[in-house]
């Protein structure tokens, strides 16, 4: 039950930890010691790199580790025609720790821009990924609405927010086009929502600010769809369903079952890569909506929050858990999550990153 096409039996959810030069890099073309150009240098060789690795320790996709980034969401929404990024007030608060205080603000008519940065970001992984299949991520259009909602939103541009989701499912309709036609063939959406909903501390907080769990599912649903429709066969697409990764902390906690039906039983997208690394993400049973076809269950058994190696024989006693409830033939396995969703990353060391890695693949071989 070997496969050869996207998601594979061992896959990934993207980023890595950053490299101590590429930080330091980073840091000295803020303060304007080298220019654009010399960073983009650093970052090129460093994705040289990180994608000699991801093949050395056996997989068969690779990223570009998101280097280019300092957030996994952010840096993609800013770029988009009728946002901005500011600062906010204060940052995301996890679970001890708060991230920097940046937001994003929708300030005009929502659109793909042609000339997107991340475009070349992955033509250039593109360039370097040898005979290995070039994996981009972006975040999934629910996130730009969910984190801020409708205070986040012009009123004088979106008056009523049927028009606002209707732009946002066309702009990621024309990205998921933009990135086709720059030869990208597996796109993966990130999106922290999904899990939120299913969370009863976060869905009391989207009661309280006037929004509604169960319509907001529904409405993430149909934007989803809506964007992929008219998917070129050739282009698989999974979303990551995140609880939330900063510096080894999370945010959400909750099993999947309150947004299953709609998730699992309605979203089209190829694959779903699901955190289950801990208790926090409930059991295997809503894994029972996902309709049997083609359509994948990515299993993150192997956490990336910290360096302690996981017992494979266990993983595969939860693997085949899972498949009481979805056919083995739809399942793969990856870590949780990245590694670093942010440039700051977890708490883990390099050395044991690729453990994890290695630790995927070989279990990957085993049971299939």
């Known amino acids: 039950m070997q ?10 959810v993207g980023s890595f930890l950053r490299p101590a030069p590429l930080k330091l890099a980073r840091e000295q073309f803020a303060s304007g010691e080298i220019t654009a150009g010399q960073l983009r240098q650093v970052e090129d060789d460093a994705i040289r790199h990180v994608v000699e690795q991801q093949r050395a320790n056996g997989l068969q996709v690779v990223t570009d580790g998101e280097f280019r980034r300092a957030w996994w969401h952010f840096d993609f929404f800013g ?8 600062e906010a007030e204060q940052g995301i608060q996890f679970n001890g720790v708060q991230t920097k205080a940046h937001g994003v603000k929708v300030t005009g008519k929502v659109a793909f821009n042609p ?23 972006i975040p999934s259009p629910s996130v730009l609405h969910f984190r801020g909602g409708r205070q986040v939103i012009d009123a004088t541009v979106y008056p009523e927010l049927d028009a606002y989701f209707a732009d946002l499912a066309q702009t990621y309709k024309d990205a998921i086009q933009a990135f086709y036609a720059a030869g990208c063939r597996y796109l993966q959406l990130d999106d ?3 899990a939120y909903l299913c969370s009863t501390e976060q869905q009391q907080q989207i009661r309280a600010r006037g ?38 902390t999370w945010i959400s906690e ?6 299953a039906e709609i998730l699992f039983g309605r979203v089209n997208v190829d694959a779903f890569f ?7 993400a409930g059991g295997f049973e809503p894994l029972r909506f996902i309709k049997p076809g083609h359509q994948q269950a990515v299993l993150g058994l192997i956490t990336t929050k910290t360096g302690e190696l996981e017992d494979p024989e266990q993983v595969k006693v939860r693997l085949r858990e899972a498949a009481q409830y979805v056919d083995l033939s739809q399942i793969c396995l990856s870590p949780q999550c990245g590694f670093a969703s942010t440039e700051e ?7 044991q990153q690729w453990q994890k890695i290695r630790l995927v693949v070989e279990v990957a071989q085993q049971v299939w």
């Open 192 to 194: 922290t929502v999904w």
């Open 274 to 280: 699901l955190e289950y690394d801990n208790e926090r």
């Open 254 to 259: 909750g099993g999947y079952e309150p947004v």
């Open 79 to 86: 770029d988009l025609q009728g946002v901005e990024l500011f």
């Open 345 to 351: 990353g977890n708490s883990l060391s390099e050395a």
């Open 3 to 12: 496969r050869t096409t996207t998601p594979f039996r061992a896959d990934t």
């Open 115 to 137: 000339q997107h940065p991340m475009l070349d970001h992955f033509r250039f992984l593109q360039s370097v990924a040898g005979d290995a299949v070039a994996k981009m991520t």
């Open 211 to 248: 929004d509604d769990p169960h319509a907001l599912a529904r409405i993430y649903a149909d934007v989803l769809n809506a964007a992929l429709a008219d998917k070129p066969a050739d282009l698989t697409v999974g979303l990551h369903v995140c609880r939330g990764n900063f510096r080894s």
